[in-house]
């Protein structure tokens, strides 16, 4: 659990305004004292954590990682928390090093400051040393898009198109989900869609029809945050729900054979976006496959193991799909699911 005994509350009643506030009011640096930084890596960035460790999990699952020996690149960093969970996750001796990046000095030094604490032997490139080594990175990014302006923008996308992999997490709200699904339209054709996409077509989210669909996911947090005291008295405070974290995501990378396993014949791979609503004869879903979106229900009759697990404990969302209209009459998890032991 963060240390909540020295957090400075007003600090983050200050940033909540920021946050709340339009995107102009974020444009240029927000982060003025370390104190206000590290009230931020004990509770926003912790819950943000919440949603690395989920997708991380998905890609552990799934045995992928960023490719060994690249630098790792953490742009828009904050309080840095997005690159340490990824670091945790892949090892810092898969990574040849760490650039820090942030327009705010502030958060850059302390970002690096909490570094040196967690992984003192990791080598750090600063942005000349960064431009200077030429080197393969991988690029990650973290709540970031709705703060920048056009240039800063482009500026990042440049970046992202010369990664060699590209780990991205945005809010799950309508606007962010469909502002990073606009990034993964420009590198449909360039990049390997990893995650969350099961195929390279336009996203459908653009297709008129579905104009108010957006591509999230929910991420739990680590049990006990909700009964403890700290937490529950940070929730009323910034107004959240830490029952779960929304947010929407992107995973590139530079491979060329396909990022999902082959699905049996007769079916399509589909991600089950957001969360299905069970009701007690079906569940009714939103499945994203490379023909569009589709509202599909999958009857108890069908699958009640699967009806019955997608009110609990649902797998990662990722079928082998085959459908009459909109019936479901198979959905079969495309990854295995994760050993029973560990539940
Ligand atoms: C909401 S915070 C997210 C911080 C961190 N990535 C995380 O997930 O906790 C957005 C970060 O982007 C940085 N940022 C915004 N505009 C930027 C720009 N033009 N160049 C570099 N960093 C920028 C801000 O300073 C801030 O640290």
């Known amino acids: ?21 339009d995107a102009s009011a974020r444009a240029t640096p927000y982060w003025h004292t370390h104190d206000t930084l590290a009230a931020y890596d004990a509770t926003y960035a912790e819950r943000i954590g919440w949603k690395w460790d989920s997708l991380l999990r998905e890609l552990a699952a799934r045995v992928w990682t960023p490719p060994s020996g690249t630098v790792l690149v953490d742009w828009g960093c904050g309080s840095g928390v997005a690159g340490r969970r990824v670091l945790t ?28 604490e967690v992984y003192p032997s990791l080598p750090l490139l600063d942005s000349p040393g960064f431009r200077r080594s030429d080197a393969p990175f991988t690029l990650v990014v973290s709540h970031v898009l709705n703060e920048l302006p056009p240039e800063a923008r482009a500026t990042l996308l440049d970046l992202a198109a010369r990664a060699a992999a590209v780990l991205w997490v945005e809010p799950g709200t309508h606007a962010d989900s469909r502002a990073l699904a606009t990034v993964r339209d420009e590198f449909r054709n360039t990049h390997r869609l990893v995650a969350p996409c099961t195929h390279c077509e336009a996203c459908p989210l653009f297709a ?95 699958d009640p193991a699967l009806v019955k697990r997608l009110a609990k404990d649902p797998p990662l969302p990722l079928y082998a799909l085959s459908r009459d209209g909109s019936k479901v009459i198979s959905m079969d998890p495309i990854i295995p699911d994760r050993d029973p032991q560990e539940k």
């Open 1 to 21: 659990m963060p240390d909540f005994d020295h957090l400075d509350w007003t600090a983050l009643d200050r940033l909540r305004a920021t946050f709340l506030s």
């Open 89 to 116: 996750a892949f090892s810092p001796s898969h990574f040849s090093g760490l650039h820090l990046h942030d327009h705010a000095p502030e958060a850059l030094a302390f970002s690096t400051a909490r570094i040196r």
């Open 208 to 302: 008129e029809a579905n104009a108010r669909d957006w591509c999230h996911f929910f991420a739990a947090p680590p049990p006990g945050v909700q009964n403890d005291a700290s937490w529950v008295r940070f929730s009323h405070r910034a107004g959240i729900d830490l029952r779960s974290q929304a947010f929407s995501y992107l995973v590139l990378d530079r491979a060329t054979m396909p990022a999902l396993p082959a699905v049996p014949a007769g079916t399509q791979a589909a991600r089950v976006l957001g969360r299905p609503e069970v009701f007690k004869p079906y569940a009714r879903l939103l499945a994203c496959a490379s023909d569009g979106l589709h509202f599909l229900e999958l009857s108890k009759r069908t």
